[in-house]
């Protein structure tokens, strides 16, 4: 028998009924990291809450080299403004394309009344940019610029939420994925932390506002895991402390802050959230994009639909509108016209009358 039409079967290297799709994780991994991974963060607070220095100790970069801090007299007149920044940050093989969103001028002025729109105003914009990226004929190269994850920081000298805090987060809520963070809480003691973290929690609660929660673990998942999500859910809102310097303590260096008192350290689960913070931010970013992509992009898509569909019946109203009253100016001068005629022939009739009356005389 020829050899020619023989076809050549894979090695199975012994391995009796093994096809081969238990690689396809190895794949997707592969084109991923080609790729790259996307993602927008906005910080939103007060100015003086240390939110850039919080975002340089996240991610070991310095995105703020020329940042000039306002006296009060610009604060005064300064409004709320939206810039975006964007850096590549690669880790052993891995490109993120990392978007801040700062919000400079939030808070700060002696009227704040609606200082949250500007906010509302970016993230629909990025919404509107996709939603037409989607409808366009060049789909696959769709740039995502949307928000998927808001830092938004509590100062730690009050005693809970602000009226502000609590309207900003009420017109949020239902367009981006919130994590409350209480800022510079080294200022605070445990017991105030845990207190102010309570009545964060409370007032949260009570006001209705949506913050981002944490997936289900499933059964399947180590105990490991299942460990580090029941912590950081419990530490939420985190109480952080950022910091770009690192400092010698006992021999080894360590990024934190140092007091006549002491050294805070940035990475010491006893002194801050920070670790955890980070760890929620890395560990969940796919699931933040994905609630992006599934509840707050959809609940925007399908508000844009409807307004769509409602603009389209209008116009079909309109349309027949001017039809039925294109009808009835036609219907009118047929009238008139057959009026006329009814008139004529009244006066035709009326005159032959006349006539046969005067010939009967």
Wanted: proline share 4%; aromatic share 6%; net charge neutral.
């Amino acid at each position: 028998m020829s050899n020619e039409n023989k076809t050549a079967v894979p090695e199975n290297n012994g391995t009796q009924g093994y096809v081969g799709f238990a690689n396809l994780p190895n794949q997707v991994h592969r084109k991923s990291v080609k790729k790259g991974f996307e993602f927008t963060l906005m910080i939103v607070g007060e100015s003086g809450l240390g939110k850039s220095t919080l975002i340089n100790s996240l991610f070991l970069k310095d995105l703020y080299p020329d940042k000039k801090i306002p006296d009060a007299k610009d604060k005064i007149q300064k409004t709320v403004k939206t810039n975006a920044k964007t850096v590549e940050i690669e880790e052993r093989g891995v490109k993120l394309r990392l978007t801040v969103v700062d919000t400079p001028g939030f808070g700060d002025a002696v009227n704040n009344e609606n200082s949250f729109s500007p906010l509302v105003k970016y993230i629909d914009d990025q919404f509107e940019k996709f939603f037409h990226g989607e409808r366009g004929l060049n789909r696959r190269n769709i740039s995502d610029t949307r928000v998927h994850c808001c830092f938004y920081f509590i100062s730690p000298f009050g005693h809970g939420l602000k009226p502000l805090d609590i309207e900003c987060m009420k017109q949020l809520h239902q367009k981006v994925n919130i994590v409350p963070v209480i800022a510079k809480a080294d200022v605070l003691t445990k017991k105030e932390v845990t207190d102010l973290k309570k009545r964060i929690l409370q007032e949260i609660q009570s006001n209705g506002i949506k913050i981002y929660s944490l997936p289900e673990v499933d059964e399947d998942e180590d105990q490991d895991y299942k460990e580090e999500v029941r912590q950081l859910k419990d530490a939420m809102p985190f109480a952080v402390s950022g910091s770009s310097s690192c400092i010698e303590v006992k021999g080894k260096k360590v990024r934190g802050r140092l007091y006549p008192w002491g050294v805070v350290e940035i990475e010491n689960p006893e002194h801050s959230d920070f670790v955890k913070l980070r760890t929620m931010l890395i560990t969940h970013m796919q699931d933040l994009q994905e609630v992006t992509q599934e509840v707050h992009y959809e609940n925007y898509r399908l508000q844009k639909l409807a307004q769509e569909a409602r603009a389209g019946v209008k116009a079909e109203l309109i349309l027949d509108r001017k039809d039925s009253v294109a009808d009835k100016d036609q219907m009118k001068k047929i009238l008139e016209e057959k009026e006329a005629e009814l008139r004529k022939m009244q006066e035709i009739m009326a005159k032959m009358q006349a006539e046969m009356s005067v010939q009967k005389i």
